[in-house]
């Protein structure tokens, strides 16, 4: 059978970018769904993050066929920062150790940028998995495609193993902000959204694991550094009216709530800013 050009396995180069951290015992499915596509210019470089398990031992099984940084332990931005400095690929693409793509993925979203030129940014649909047992999103967790900033501010709705990316993109917004020990994500997706769309191919090729205890979504206070990125693009001015009225909104919701939590476990001093960060954006 003669294949139409966008089913050929071929085309600008992928640089698939995985980060991670004591992950030995769920990292080779990961690599695997990675080598396993069916588009041949694909470059997968593992990024280990100072493990101190087999992680090491199980990535030397695999050769010449992925690419390994090894660096001390200084988070997973800063993993992820360095696996995209250090691709080559017209495309970005992340995966994180814990998830897996399924067949087709790669494929499916070069042809979506070859098919759709100016597009930035596209993520697939995802299958989720919590514990062993396959899960369906609440509503809240509902993907939307074009411009999704407004939504995004409650939490984040892209999943960096289904996100794909031009160079381009990172090389206007920037990189994971390092100094985030949660939520990177959700601020470079606010970073990106506030004046990009993010696509969405309507299509689970992904799957998404959760529920085990070194999940970094799992962390006590994730919303202080919600807060953070809220704040810090507020004070940038690049938002527009309805954008800044919405994000102005958010942050007051998530510094009163945040702070009422600090104040039943005693934490005054914490309270008392996260109260006066809500009134100076509450008034602007």
Request: glycine share 8%; hydrophobic share 40%; aromatic share 6%.
């Amino acid at each position: 059978m003669t294949r139409k050009p966008t089913d050929i396995p071929s085309g600008p180069r992928v640089s698939v970018v995985l980060p991670t951290y004591n992950r030995g015992w769920i990292l080779e499915q990961a690599v695997e769904s990675v080598l396993g596509q069916d588009y041949a210019n694909l470059q997968l470089i593992v990024v280990d993050d100072g493990s101190t398990d087999n992680t090491n031992d199980l990535l030397s099984t695999f050769g010449d066929r992925i690419t390994v940084i090894r660096q001390p332990n200084r988070g997973v931005s800063a993993a992820r920062n360095a696996g995209i400095r250090a691709s080559t690929g017209e495309l970005i693409a992340l995966l994180d150790s814990d998830d897996t793509w399924l067949p087709g993925k790669v494929t499916a979203q070069v042809t979506f940028f070859s098919n759709h030129p100016d597009v930035l940014a596209c993520q697939t649909e995802e299958v989720w998995i919590r514990n062993g047992v396959r899960v369906n999103p609440g509503k809240r967790h509902r993907k939307e495609a074009g411009m999704i900033f407004e939504r995004s501010l409650a939490l984040c709705l892209v999943s960096p193993s289904a996100v794909m990316m031009r160079r381009s993109l990172l090389d206007q917004v920037g990189l994971f902000d390092e100094s985030l020990t949660a939520c990177e994500d959700y601020d470079l997706w606010l970073r990106i959204g506030w004046k990009h769309p993010i696509h969405l191919i309507d299509q689970p090729l992904i799957v998404k694991r959760g529920g085990h205890p070194d999940q970094l979504s799992r962390m006590p206070e994730l919303d202080k550094y919600r807060i953070q990125s809220i704040a810090r693009l507020l004070d940038s001015g690049v938002l527009s009216p309805g954008q800044e009225k919405a994000a102005r909104a958010m942050l007051n919701t998530k510094c009163v709530i945040y702070a009422q939590g600090c104040r039943k476990r005693g934490r005054i001093a914490q309270a008392q800013y996260y109260e006066a960060l809500a009134a100076k954006h509450e008034t602007g």
